[in-house]
């Protein structure tokens, strides 16, 4: 193993993407995200055909991703909300183009340029494409600094498996914390080989000629490329989706949070416990693929669930969708950058208990 650190979650990561064989960073700051092009910018030019560059928008960033995506280079751009949307078109060509790259979003409060302060309320747009088309991400949502190094290596590596983006989701609490990190060693890694890959061609060449593109004139065509796609994602929800169960198997009442909310509801769960109260968590660790199965299974014996998060409600559609009207779902959230507390989520417990739900 590697050796273990005290690392702020920004840095975490963008040293992480290092480890994991990332080489090139276009990016442009925006709060709370900005010691992962900070990092960079210092990391990148210590390791072997490293490259940062901080873009003139977001915009720019995205579509630097898609050339040296479709160059086969593995590649990682980071924002946070308002400039994910910024990137959104880029990122629905790169899909549409069937190219690898790993986006990580740090969530700020909106809508607009809202706050500074952490949400969740991005996750309509990170689990349901987010740009124009049909299409979808691997999201990828850490609960801790460790796990966000893991899940950012693992990103890189699923997003070759498919030929697709992965983005990790986190909110601006897993950026801004610092937590003990054990960082794998380094290993230079063995990246697949991209024959797809635009890197030169001469007309002897003993390979076909890589046209890196996501424009289908013909609508049968077009068609038949989508119809392509969702075989490729129907495969991402049977063998990726993720989750982390807690004290499911005799709860009466079944929180379901992601990230770092998913911490709040964990020490919750434990005091609520103490009184006797039968509570247990589900935490989706993607949130797409979403993780209906764990929910279904605990709404045969449940008799209800608490979804809680930094948002308006979001999430919470997905959890009804799991329960398919068998139990109630009730929710719970603060937004615009506040942090639920131990106690509210216990007073919402408590207040279902209470009502016999």
């Known amino acids: 193993m590697g050796q273990k650190m005290l690392m702020k979650g920004n840095e975490a990561i963008a040293e992480a993407a290092i480890q994991a064989g990332c080489r090139f960073f276009f990016g442009y700051p925006i709060t709370p995200q900005n010691q992962i092009p900070e990092y960079m910018s210092k990391r990148m030019p210590q390791v072997e055909n490293g490259c940062f560059l901080q873009a003139e928008s977001e915009v720019s960033a995205i579509n630097m991703v898609y050339g040296a995506a479709g160059a086969g280079a593995r590649v990682m751009t980071s924002s946070s909300s308002p400039g994910i949307s910024l990137k959104q078109e880029g990122i629905s060509y790169i899909v549409g183009a069937e190219l690898p790259c790993v986006i990580v979003n740090m969530v700020r409060g909106g809508p607009g340029l809202g706050s500074i302060q952490p949400a969740q309320s991005d996750y309509y ?52 914390m610092m937590e003990p990190v054990e960082m794998p060693e380094y290993v230079k890694p063995e990246l697949p080989e991209k024959t797809w890959a635009a890197t030169g061609w001469t007309p002897d060449s003993d390979r076909e000629r890589a046209i890196i593109n996501s424009l289908y004139i013909d609508p049968n065509v077009l068609e038949k490329h989508n119809r392509k796609l969702y075989e490729k994602y129907a495969v991402m929800e049977q063998t990726e989706c993720r989750w982390q169960e807690e004290m499911t198997e005799d709860a009466d009442y079944v929180m379901v949070a992601y990230g ?11 005091k609520l416990r103490d009184k006797g109260v039968k509570v247990g968590l589900i935490r989706p660790v993607t949130l797409w693929p979403f993780p209906n199965a764990p929910i279904q299974a605990a709404a045969k014996h449940a008799k209800a669930f608490l979804t809680v998060e930094m948002s308006m409600g979001q999430m919470v559609d997905d959890v009804r969708l799991a329960v398919d009207g068998e139990k109630p ?20 417990v408590e207040k279902l208990a209470k009502e016999g739900k």
Do not use: W
């Open 329 to 348: 779902v009730a929710f719970y959230g603060r937004t615009g950058g506040v942090v639920p507390t131990v106690r509210e989520i216990m007073d919402e």
């Open 125 to 176: 747009q990170s689990t349901r494409g987010g740009g124009h088309g049909d299409y979808r991400m691997l999201v990828l949502a850490p609960a801790s600094v460790q796990e966000a190094v893991e899940l950012t290596q693992q990103a890189f590596d699923l997003a070759d498996k498919y030929r697709n983006p992965v983005l990790v989701l986190g909110d601006g609490l897993i950026g801004q």
């Open 260 to 270: 770092t909310t998913a911490r709040i509801c964990r020490s919750a769960m434990r």
